[in-house]
């Protein structure tokens, strides 16, 4: 599998097959992101081959975010306290992420409650008609 940023100046290659997929509903993920959840793949490190250089975030005591430097896109997630030896790979990121469908819902302590019915919302394939 390979992914990048929104502007093309960090690639990622990946080998292997995904620990999981898992959307996640933390604050700080939503903050990071500015979405009500994101989705997460965890790989061993050494798995995962970057091209290009991130810019790195210390968002927590032991955790670290990395993304573009460039165009903001958030990328990567490393704890080597909680979990060491994994990086978890932004899958909104992957440029074919049909591919790897998420497996379960993290953090639903925290999850934005309207969230929860998310799926009953009316659906368009573009733009909803004007009124």
Not at 107 to 130: D, G, S, V
């Amino acid at each position: 599998m390979k992914g990048q940023c929104h502007c093309g100046l960090v690639k990622y290659e990946v080998t292997g097959e995904a620990i999981t997929h898992a959307l996640c509903h933390c604050s700080d993920c939503r903050r990071c992101a500015g979405a009500p959840m994101v989705g997460w793949a965890m790989f061993p490190e050494n798995c995962v081959k970057v091209v290009g250089e991130t810019k790195v975030y210390k968002s927590s005591e032991h955790a670290r975010r990395e993304f573009c430097p460039q165009c903001g896109t958030g990328l990567f997630y490393k704890n080597a306290e909680i979990l060491p030896g994994i990086i978890d790979i932004q899958t909104g990121t992957l440029n074919e992420p049909n591919k790897l469908p998420a497996r379960c819902h993290i953090q639903t302590a925290e999850r934005i409650t309207w969230m929860t019915k998310a799926h009953n919302l009316p659906e368009f394939e573009r733009y909803p008609p004007p009124k």
